[in-house]
């Protein structure tokens, strides 16, 4: 029975642990290759704005009227979609 043990622990640790970190970072690295100018997104630090520019691994995010600020590619959380009623 200890034999067992280990194998199906590393299996259950697999399937709760590794394989959703997996998918949520290969759903990250696919938004991240569709984000384009105008899309509304927010940042890993909470900051709310629109793609104005794309340089690379370089956005530049306009957070206000003739604000905008330069962060990296990678730090996009999520992009906002909003419901049209």
Known sequence: MGILFI?????????????PQQKRVKDQRAMLN???????????SGIYGTISDLDGDT?????ADGVEIKISKAS???MIKYDED
């Open 59 to 63: 956005v530049f995010l306009m957070v």
């Open 34 to 44: 569709v984000i384009d100018v105008g899309d509304d997104v927010r940042t890993d």
């Open 76 to 78: 996009i959380a999520e």
């Open 7 to 19: 194998p199906i622990l590393l299996v259950i640790m697999y399937f709760l642990i590794l394989r």
